[in-house]
């Protein structure tokens, strides 16, 4: 067993179900979307960029590369929330869907990211 390999696993999948459980529920009801997990899936999503970094092959950069439009997205998520909430004065509802748009983008290259590596390990000879 690789220990890179299992660490690496367990924060991309790690990002995705966090990423995942923020989009989830009603995109109308910002009740639904808890700051705290948004911000656990950007703290995750870093880390899973960081483990990225390293690999060198054609795989390794298009999944650094899926990582970075992540990084991306949660940060725009979480700048307009910030946005909304403490400059705007508008209040957060009126930006909910904006937010959990980016979001759930981040997550839609969290899939992909999911799914090459599955593949990659797949493939990879024992």
Do not use: C
Request: charged fraction near 10%.
């Amino acid at each position: 067993m690789n220990a890179q390999k299992v660490i690496s696993g367990f924060f991309i999948i790690l990002a995705m179900t966090l990423n995942f459980g923020f989009v989830y529920g009603d995109i109308n009801n910002f009740a639904h979307h808890s700051p705290y997990e948004l911000f656990a899936a950007i703290v995750v999503n870093f880390i899973a960029t960081i483990l990225k970094l390293g690999d060198k092959t054609q795989l390794g950069s298009v999944l650094l590369a899926t990582s970075l439009v992540a990084d991306i997205q949660l940060i725009a998520s979480a700048i307009v929330w910030a946005v909304s909430l403490y400059v705007a004065n508008h209040g957060i509802a009126s930006s909910a869907q904006i937010i959990v748009s980016l979001a759930s983008g981040a997550l839609l290259a969290n899939i992909v990211s999911v799914i090459l590596f599955m593949g990659d390990t797949l493939k990879s000879k024992r």
